[in-house]
T-cell receptor, first 117, second 117 residues
Framework: GAGVSQSPRYKVTKRGQDVALRCDPI?????LYWYRQALGQGPEFLTY????????KSGLPNDRFSAERPEGSISTLTIQRTEQRDSAMYRC???????????????FGDGTRLSIL | AQTVTQSQPEMSVQEAETVTLSCTYD???????LFWYKQPPSRQMILVIR??????QNATENRFSVNFQKAAKSFSLKISDSQLGDTAMYFC??????????????FGQGTILTVHP
């Protein structure tokens, strides 16, 4: 597609439920990133993939959070047993290549706003 | 570890005037990139401008330019001829092209810019 697509745009769920957030990167983009953004703050890195390989998951807050990108395209961020503190905007970004002499910037999706009741 | 600091929580400017947003960063890497992203009320995340650390020339994109002071680790954004549509939150971000932070953007806290008619 023309841009990074995330779904759903909004998700409201009760505490304790599992949620799955989807990201469809720009076609052909190798790298895919997940960030979490609290209201009024900058995004914080969660994890990223090159193709289907998860390269760094150091930003995932705890083991309730996981991500996958099984075919090197669409990615899913899953939060199990959600808690109110998980409420935030979750953003996905993609880039054509990682690193290199003409570093490609990360292009962001519009995010999924997650609210845990 | 990387850090990015934006010391101006809010700024305002009159339409058609010039405004400068400040950003300082800290990194131990020699190869890195710097970005300014714009987040309007619609909550999109839009790339405004980027700078490669190895380039001495300041980047320019139409009305947007940067003042990159590598020794001082400063990366300010100048917006000329401000327009109402420039009203947004602006985030400064750094990206290390090597080291343990490779692959992730680190964002500052953001500066809310309001352009008044």
């Amino acid at each position: 597609g023309a841009g990074v697509s995330q779904s759903p745009r909004y998700k409201v769920t009760k505490r304790g439920q599992d949620v799955a957030l989807r990201c469809d990167p720009i076609s052909g983009h190798v790298s895919l990133y997940w960030y979490r953004q609290a209201l009024g703050q900058g995004p914080e890195f969660l994890t990223y993939f090159n193709y289907e390989a998860q390269q760094d998951k150091s930003g995932l807050p705890n083991d309730r959070f996981s991500a996958e990108r099984p075919e090197g395209s669409i990615s899913t961020l899953t939060i199990q047993r959600t808690e109110q503190r998980d409420s935030a905007m979750y953003r996905c970004a993609s880039s054509l290549v990682l690193g290199g002499p003409s570093n490609q910037p990360q292009h962001f999706g519009d995010g999924t706003r997650l609210s845990i009741l | 570890a990387q850090t990015v600091t934006q010391s101006q929580p809010e700024m305002s400017v009159q339409e058609a005037e010039t405004v400068t947003l400040s950003c300082t960063y800290d990194t131990s890497e020699s190869n890195y990139y710097l970005f300014w992203y714009k987040q309007p009320p619609s909550r999109q995340m839009i790339l405004v401008i980027r700078q490669e650390a190895y380039k001495q020339q300041n980047a320019t994109e139409n009305r947007f330019s940067v003042n990159f002071q590598k020794a001082a680790k400063s990366f300010s954004l100048k917006i000329s001829d401000s327009q109402l549509g420039d009203t947004a939150m602006y985030f400064c971000a750094s990206f290390n092209a090597g080291g343990t932070s490779y692959g992730k953007l680190t964002f500052g806290q953001g500066t809310i810019l309001t352009v008044h008619p």
